[in-house]
């Protein structure tokens, strides 16, 4: 399809391109099963609309279960998806006018992250896996890498031998969200962990030729995938005897609640966790705030007159 071909031109990631044709897919399916258009150019801003107002009801039925809509943020990447396709054929000159111009998005509700673990907490997570057997050493280092740089599960799958400088005591990212690039520091603990790793575990796994990734499967010494990495982390948390729902996002998280509460700046933050839009990145001051008006309600004199 040429529009995943151009998808891939300007850098969307795998997954986001499959997203997107998929999503493009469906709405074309609604508009068969729904209306009288044959051609692309007949498709109106009428279309459109009404497409996202289904999205808008649609309700998944499982079985046993009470049904439920779909999400806000699915519904977005469902539009954005068909709002680039129509602007790629625009550019194209396959139309001429595009009818997903003046869709407007949904609002993404702003929710506090959630699952943040303690400082003690975190520290029993990464600690709780010892450093005696080749998978342990393995898994310690993958833990240690997400905890102290807030790596996305996608970004540490993606990282490479080459993008680990002990030296520098650095590590590149260079897969993130919009494919771009930025190097962040690596703290003491991380960075012993991966030379551990790396000296004496990897090359057990690391068998096929020319693989280059930093963390191989024990198993196959092919890339670990997304399940692994929750595996590694759902296994880890309850050796720690940690009694919440424990993800990799939840060890991102953590890592930018813990650095905010020790008084980073909110720009580094973003850098580190590789924030487009300072947006993005505000939403941990609210986390900061909560503890403000806990330290309020317990200490400031108007409160307690009415206690």
Known sequence: MRFEEWL???????????????????FFDWLAENTAVSLVAEITPQHVQQYQIRLYNYERCEEGKEPRRLAVGTQMIQLAAIRKFFGWLLAEQQIAFNPAASLQMP???????????????AKRLVESTP???????????????????????????????????????????EHGKGDQTRIVPLTETAKTA???????ARGLYA??????HLFVSSRSGGNLDDGDIVR?????????????HVTPHTLRHTCATH???????????????????????????????????EVIARCHPREKTIR
């Open 8 to 26: 891939r031109a300007i850098n969307f990631s795998p997954r986001t391109r499959l997203g997107y044709v998929r999503a493009v897919k469906l």
């Open 259 to 293: 650095l905010l509460k020790g008084k980073a700046d909110i720009r580094q933050i973003q850098r580190l966790l590789g924030h487009r839009r300072l947006s993005s990145t505000e939403i941990y001051t609210r986390v900061e705030l909560s503890d403000l008006a």
């Open 232 to 244: 590694i982390v759902a296994k880890t948390a309850k050796r720690a005897n940690i009694k919440q």
């Open 131 to 173: 450093t005696k057997k080749p998978l342990d050493i393995r898994d310690r280092a993958i833990l240690e890498v997400m905890y102290a740089t807030a790596i996305r599960r996608a970004e540490l799958i993606s990282l490479t031998i080459y993008d680990v400088d002990l030296q520098a005591s650095t590590l590149r990212i």
């Open 107 to 121: 609002r993404l509700p702003r929710r506090l992250p959630s699952g943040v673990l303690t400082p003690p907490e």
């Open 207 to 212: 068998k096929q030729p020319g693989q280059v």
């Open 194 to 200: 991966l030379r551990l790793y790396i000296e004496e």
